[in-house]
């Protein structure tokens, strides 16, 4: 399966993540999440998915709010833990949100 590639729908990725579809679309207003826009209807790949996962087990389990992740991000983000290539980078989610983060400053 390819976990990149958008095809579940912000129904069929609440209904996977167990969350409302109000909280999907808070985290992208948040810019926490980037989902592909098709007009408009947003689209997650697994990896989205599994980045939403993260950050709800960061603010739930780990009470870090919103704001402090956006930060987290923008100072910490993942390449810096685990090396990967450019062009790999600007496929990630974490990437994507990272560079959203900066439109908040």
Not at 17 to 35: F, K
Not at 64 to 71: E, L, M, V
Not at 80 to 99: F, G, V, Y
Request: net charge positive.
């Amino acid at each position: 399966m390819n976990t990149d590639k958008p095809i579940f729908s912000i129904g069929t990725a609440s209904n996977i993540l167990n969350v409302h579809p109000r909280t999907l679309r808070i985290y992208e207003r948040e810019g926490l999440s980037s989902p592909e826009r098709k007009g408009a209807w947003r689209y997650y790949s697994m990896d989205d998915l599994n980045w939403i996962k993260c950050v709800r087990m960061m603010i739930h389990e780990r009470g870090i709010n919103t704001s402090a992740i956006k930060t987290l991000l923008k100072h910490m983000p993942c390449w810096n833990i685990i090396d990967c290539p450019l062009e790999k980078r600007k496929q990630c989610t974490a990437h994507r949100a990272s560079s959203l983060c900066r439109r908040w400053e």
